[in-house]
T-cell receptor, first 111, second 113 residues
């Protein structure tokens, strides 16, 4: 099955730094979702995006729906230790119930 | 509280045995999903159901079966035909008519020896 490409695969950052990650697809999506997963737990929905160009924030998190509708970006400002985890993107095409997931970005924050 | 319940959290079985994983939601969502996650991997879709009494195969349905007799329940059976069943299994649901936001349960870790 298709998977989305997420970049970077993993990253170490210092506490207080800003973080950027992205997700790209060969297909056009009408919806982008961003999730965070802690070890041994289910993914938690962070942000949902519905329109090309849309910029949406949730606290220190900001996500954007790319203009081409083939990519999305997630930024975390002023990272803290509890931001550690795996961040997944997911895309949904019009007329389908089948979500396509990214390969994940593993974030590690150094205090 | 509304949400998705998966039980048990950890499940152990002997090779050759069928095992059923439970998934219940009280969000009144029409669509439900089962995913498999292997260490260091993303999510792979096993089955999904848009409505009661209807379901479709995902990308890795072989060796699995599901039923959707009630809106709130979507159990997954891992059969003995599944060659590598040890994994983390995640159930999810979405509203359906506006299927944008998908929510996940806490997962069940299945170990088959």
């Amino acid at each position: 099955g298709q998977q989305l490409n997420q970049s970077p695969q993993s990253m170490f950052i210092q506490e207080g730094e800003d973080v950027s990650m992205n997700c790209t697809s060969s297909s056009i999506f009408n919806t982008w979702l961003w999730y965070k997963q802690d070890p041994g737990e289910g993914p938690v929905l962070l942000i949902a995006l519905y329109k090309a160009g849309e910029l949406t924030s949730n606290g220190r998190l900001t996500a954007q729906f790319g203009i081409t509708r083939k990519d999305s970006f997630l930024n975390i400002s002023a990272s803290i230790p509890s931001d550690v985890g795996i961040y997944f993107c997911a895309g949904l095409s019009s007329g389908t119930y089948k979500y396509i997931f990214g390969t994940g970005t593993r974030l590690k924050v150094l205090a | 509280d509304g949400g998705i319940t998966q039980s048990p959290k950890y499940l152990f079985r002997k090779e050759g045995q069928n095992v059923t994983l439970s998934c219940e939601q009280n969000l009144n969502h029409d669509a439900m999903y089962w995913y498999r996650q292997d260490p260091g991997q993303g999510l792979r879709l096993i089955y999904y159901s848009q409505i009661v009494n209807d379901f479709q195969k995902g990308d890795i349905a072989e060796g699995y079966s599901v039923s959707r007799e009630k809106k709130e329940s979507f159990p997954l059976t891992v059969t003995s035909a599944q060659k590598n069943p040890t994994a983390f299994y995640l159930c999810a649901s979405s509203i359906g008519y506006r299927a944008y936001e998908q929510y996940f349960g806490p997962g069940t870790r299945l170990t088959v020896t």
